[in-house]
């Protein structure tokens, strides 16, 4: 496991992998960053990635390949129905989860969709520990609700809590009882619980909420895409889960859970999406949706290179040797900031390391969107895309009022096998830097909102010219450094 340096001072995360293909990075004079900030709406997704230095806006779709990756996607087999592909991949899917019954779906949220058509119907509510933002646009498009049980602990910033992601099992089995098993649609249970700041869910919390799931007769759903750092965190936080190998860990989940579902641009380091059950009665509910909504069922809506490579990198999520970098190196930049007084989600999680906002800029109210100015600020700063989770990202209430975030963060997420630990300790410095000058940061407000999943394309602009002296301060503090 870790490995431990002569000189304990040294300690740093090593990876077991060398870097054999790179790509050339740019970062611009801070005049620039400041003006693509600006020319971007200040919303870090509507950057141009030839802008950015490095680009933390997500762990999705932009993790590294290995080797095995490349090659497996030499082999593809191009065909619409029947693809040797799509056979790899279940056969990987065999493996990890020891489960027979696989759709394919063309990203995590087409997976959503299909789970929300198959068992949401108006009126009905749907349980999960946290919601994820495509998740719950699809549940509530169709008329469904979701409501939100994680345990209290879990919306506390800084604990030493191993598993802030678990449900308050008492309130799950309340809300059952509240809403009655027959209007509510399934239970979700996120692993590696994104907006909470990709903090896991123990595996004998999950193994409980499927017990009361099983006793009231409602579905149960794993949505697995965090899963990888979550088995990590098992692994490593929970005695039951020492002497059992990852592959016993993802296969008991698969046999106690109705569905499992996952984005493979996190889980499988590829592109595309999974929906497997040991029960084949629940994919037939749903196979349907498949060919309807993304393609036939062999490929659905995915390029087949993307098939092999999610079937290699799945089986490389079973290899702790792999799967402990991306946890290990934000373990590393949480210390960092923690240490200088940052204001940090802890524990580390997985995912990335999540800054809290709301201390960053304590008196800045919800509606000036303190996530996402400190995430103009850290670009401006030092040509770190990170991605608002926050306010902004959520939903307006059908009223139109705003729906203010338990938790203003603002995400660097550290893709795997992607970052050098050097580039790891610019992030801190930067950050560092910021946190020194934080009295600079002002507000954002509107000048483009749209109605559904505003964060993605909504356009803002600064309250003031605070920018501007952010960027001069920089100037002066370092002078010609880009
Ligand atoms: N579920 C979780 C827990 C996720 O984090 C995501 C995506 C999805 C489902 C949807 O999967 O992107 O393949 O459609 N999270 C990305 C992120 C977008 O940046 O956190 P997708």
């Not at 929300?116 to 749907?126: D, L, Q, R």
């Not at 020492?242 to 590829?270: N, P, Q, V, W």
């Not at 036939?296 to 702790?320: H, K, N, P």
């Amino acid at each position: 496991m870790a490995v431990k340096f002569y000189q304990p001072e040294n300690q740093v995360p090593l990876e077991m992998h060398k870097v054999r293909v790179v790509q050339k990075l740019t970062l611009l004079p801070v005049q620039e960053r400041l003006k693509a900030m600006q020319d971007a709406g200040n919303n870090t997704f509507l950057l141009q990635n030839k802008d950015i230095y490095m680009d933390m806006i997500t762990d999705s779709g932009v993790n590294g390949m290995s080797d095995k990756q490349v090659a497996a996607m030499n082999i593809a087999d191009d065909s619409y129905a029947g693809s040797e592909s799509f056979n790899r991949a279940k056969a990987a899917i065999k493996e990890v989860f020891g489960v027979d019954n696989v759709l394919p779906a063309h990203q995590g949220r087409a997976a959503e969709n299909i789970l929300a058509e198959t068992f949401v119907k108006p009126g009905m509510v749907t349980l999960m520990n946290f919601h994820f933002t495509t998740t719950k646009a699809h549940i509530t498009r169709l008329g469904g609700s979701v409501v939100e049980l994680v345990h209290k602990k879990g919306l506390i910033p800084q604990s030493d809590d191993p598993f802030k992601g678990d449900f308050d099992l008492q309130a799950l089995r309340d809300a059952i009882t509240e809403h009655t098993p027959e209007k509510v649609a399934f239970v979700r249970v996120e692993a590696g619980t994104n907006l909470i700041g990709g903090q896991p869910v123990s595996l004998e919390n999950m193994m409980a909420v499927c017990d009361i799931c099983h006793e009231y007769g409602v579905v149960s759903i794993l949505d697995a895409s965090l899963l990888q750092d979550n088995i990590y965190f098992m692994k490593i936080r929970e005695p039951r889960c020492k002497y059992m190998s990852t592959k016993e860990i993802y296969h008991l989940l698969a046999s106690r859970f109705d569905i499992i579902y996952f984005s493979a641009r996190k889980l499988g380091f590829s592109r595309g999406g999974f929906i497997l059950s040991t029960d084949a009665k629940w994919t037939n509910m749903m196979m349907e949706f498949v060919p309807l909504y993304e393609g036939f069922l062999t490929y659905g809506g995915m390029e087949v290179r993307s098939i092999e490579a999610a079937a290699q990198g799945l089986l490389e999520s079973l290899d702790m040797e792999y799967i402990n970098q991306g946890p290990e190196f934000i373990a590393y930049l949480v210390k960092e900031l923690d240490d200088y007084g940052v204001p940090v989600i802890k524990p580390a999680g997985g995912l990335g390391a999540h800054l809290n906002a709301s201390e960053f800029v304590p008196d800045m109210p919800h509606n000036q969107y303190p996530a996402g100015a400190v995430g103009a600020a850290l670009f401006i700063a030092g040509g770190i895309r990170g991605m608002e989770r926050g306010t902004l990202s959520e939903q307006r209430e059908p009223d139109g009022t705003e729906r203010y975030a338990e938790l203003e963060l603002l995400r660097l997420a550290v893709p795997r096998r992607v970052f050098t630990l050097s580039q790891i300790k610019y992030c801190a410095d930067r950050v560092k830097w910021l946190w020194d000058n934080r009295s600079l940061i002002g507000g954002l407000q509107w000048e483009y909102e749209p109605s559904v999943l505003r964060f993605f394309f909504g356009r803002l602009k600064e309250i003031g010219y605070w920018q501007e002296e952010l960027a001069a301060k920089f100037k002066a503090d370092f002078g010609d450094s880009l």
